[in-house]
């Protein structure tokens, strides 16, 4: 046994993969150091309150008298509040009004600006600007467009048509803070599928244009079947972001009129911040990250199937 662990010990290849490894460790020390600031970081500011959030969904939270455990009583509080499901309800078709209305602008827009011959620099500018607008700015500007006296209803006056109340009429207040945020958010979209847009080998339109294929079945056949992974990364990404929709529904109307704008993720923000229920605050947000979770799930296992 001895003469045999000699042996193996004594091989070629275990005697240079020692050092191998030892030399590797020490030629990567200090690529390795500068990685250890960022994983703290990470774990401190991600995944602690992770673990805090699903210990203060069993307490009730008390800054003066102290915690105590409740158990699952804010959970059940939770999913017995009717605003709980209202604001399922609207958080839902809040993503579906954004997935019909927003998703394919920046898809449309990028396929548009590489076609054009000229001008293409100018218009990746201009539709990217309202991107870079302060949130306070682009309330203060939607609200004055949205006014009943605004210059949205004056141009409907002037066509004959009957003034839309954008920000007090239930059937129009999610429709309108949508309109607003594809405007806004368009143009980072946009840039991302233009990147994948401009990536794909000209030479495979130029076969197409010599085979007296069109632009519409350029894009049909070549530009949408080369985009396809990012469109789905895209489309769960968009999902996931629109989950947690509030700014607007917050900044523009507080969740009005008659709850008709109360997100998921603002009813949270008033269970900490206005209630001061943090337990229950917390078992809700708790519920959005199993489900967050698994449409994460959901993606890798998806880009996985790709590879």
């Known amino acids: 046994m001895n ?16 050092p191998y490894k030892q030399n590797r460790w020490k030629k990567n020390f200090w690529g390795y150091m500068f990685l250890v600031p960022a994983i703290i970081i990470f774990i401190m500011f991600m995944w602690v309150p992770i673990f805090k959030g699903l210990l203060y969904s069993f307490y009730y939270v008390d800054f003066v008298k102290g915690n105590h455990f ?39 827009f990028a396929i548009a600006i590489s076609e054009l011959r000229k001008f293409g620099g ?26 009943p006296v605004g210059p949205i209803n ?14 007090t009429d239930p059937k129009w207040s999610m429709i309108s803070l949508v309109f607003m945020e594809t405007w806004q958010q368009f143009g980072s ?23 007296g294929a069109g632009v519409w079945a350029r894009i049909r056949h070549i530009t949408l079947p080369s985009m396809r992974n990012l469109i789905i990364l895209m489309l769960i990404l968009q999902i996931i972001g ?16 008659n709850n008709t704008t109360l997100t998921y993720a603002l009813l949270i923000v008033k ?3 206005t209630r001061l229920d943090y337990g229950t605050a917390t078992a809700l947000g708790m519920l959005m990250f199993i489900v967050l979770g698994g449409l994460g799930i959901l993606q890798f296992k998806l880009n996985k199937e790709d590879i």
């Open 154 to 167: 004056a141009l409907l006056t002037t066509f004959g048509l009957d003034q839309i109340s954008f920000l």
């Open 271 to 273: 269970y900490a911040f």
């Open 242 to 257: 629109t989950s947690q929709g509030y700014q607007s529904q917050l900044a523009l109307l507080d969740g009005g009129p």
């Open 70 to 108: 409740v158990g699952l009583e804010n959970y059940s509080r939770a999913l017995s509040d009717p605003d709980v499901l209202k604001a399922v309800k609207n958080t839902l078709y809040y993503m579906v009004l954004c997935l019909i209305i927003g998703f394919w602008v920046p898809i449309a």
């Open 189 to 211: 979209g946009m840039l991302i599928y233009l990147a994948a847009v401009l990536s794909i080998p000209r030479d495979w339109y130029e076969a197409a244009e010599i085979d």
């Open 122 to 147: 100018f218009v990746r500018v201009a539709a990217y600007l309202p991107f870079v607008v302060p949130g306070v700015v682009l309330y203060g500007l939607w609200r004055w467009l949205y006014d």
């Open 3 to 18: 003469q045999t662990a000699s042996m193996i010990e004594q091989h070629p290849a275990i005697k240079e993969s020692k």
